[in-house]
């Protein structure tokens, strides 16, 4: 006798929860993220680049099938932009092992896989941009939504401490002298600052998830989310996958940011 739908709903809600647990609470995701030691190094800047670029192509393939030309946005949407991380690879794997037991992926199967793990990458993004706008106001005391108005900041702040540690007269007359004559620092300096602080936020989204992935386990998004992507999968037919808001709110900041920076350019 085939066991009754609820004791399959039960089952595959126990799947994901251990799934959870094994993958995305602190320990298990710290020996996770053991895989992004590596090549992923060299893939997070990469990613972060070409972000904007996987959210412009997401945009044209939904307004594609929104005017009825579903086929050509369903290709647009399975083109894949962003290099797949060590990281993403391993939970891909994982979720065709652990929750789909070994099943053969079809290629629409597969796609909905990416775009989950696509969507722990925008988090990972908006993680970060989250610790750069906090460090912002706490070291400065304004917003930073992004490197291109921290950098600035940065600049300025290391330029003056620098003048003032190497004023001829002493440090406290050097204080006092550059506090009245600003620091100008050459351009280069501030790109090679910039450069400096891009690569330390491509590092850090791509160990964001020891500090996102537990608290969307805790919060149930994680659970939510598989639940959805199992659903999904389990469609003989339907839509390619949408654009998920994450990629959309990974973006806000670094519009923020540019409007910020074309702002503080049109005041000087």
Do not use: C
Request: proline share 6%; glycine share 8%.
């Amino acid at each position: 006798m085939p066991p009754a739908p609820d004791q399959n709903a039960a089952a595959v809600r126990a799947a994901i929860d251990t799934f959870v647990r094994d993958h995305f609470h602190l320990g298990a995701t710290l020996r996770l993220h053991r895989s992004a030691l590596g090549w992923d190094l060299l893939r997070a800047p990469v990613n972060v680049a070409l972000a904007p670029i996987h959210l412009v192509m997401a945009l044209f393939a939904l307004t594609a099938r929104l005017i009825g030309f579903r086929r050509f946005g369903a290709w647009l949407m399975a083109r894949r932009v962003m290099l797949r991380t060590s990281v993403a690879q391993r939970i891909e794997a994982d979720i065709a092992t652990d929750l789909l037991q070994g099943a053969p992926l079809t290629p629409r199967s597969q796609a909905l896989i990416d775009n989950y793990t696509s969507v722990r990458s925008a988090v990972a993004e908006i993680t970060t941009s989250l610790i750069v706008l906090t460090t912002g106001w706490l070291i400065f005391g304004t917003a930073t939504p992004g490197i291109a108005s921290l950098t600035p900041k940065v600049s300025g702040y290391v330029g003056h401490a620098t003048a003032v540690t190497n004023f001829p007269l002493g440090q406290t007359l050097g204080g006092a002298w550059y506090g009245v004559f600003p620091v100008s620092l050459p351009v280069w300096t501030v790109i090679a600052i910039g450069v400096a602080l891009a690569m330390t936020a491509s590092i850090v989204t791509t160990f964001a998830g020891i500090i996102a992935d537990p608290a969307q386990a805790h919060l149930g998004i994680h659970r939510r989310r598989l639940t959805r992507l199992l659903a999904k999968i389990a469609l003989a037919e339907g839509d390619a996958p949408g654009l998920a808001p994450e990629h959309i709110l990974a973006r806000i900041s670094d519009i923020a940011d540019a409007g910020m920076s074309l702002l503080r350019v049109f005041r000087s």
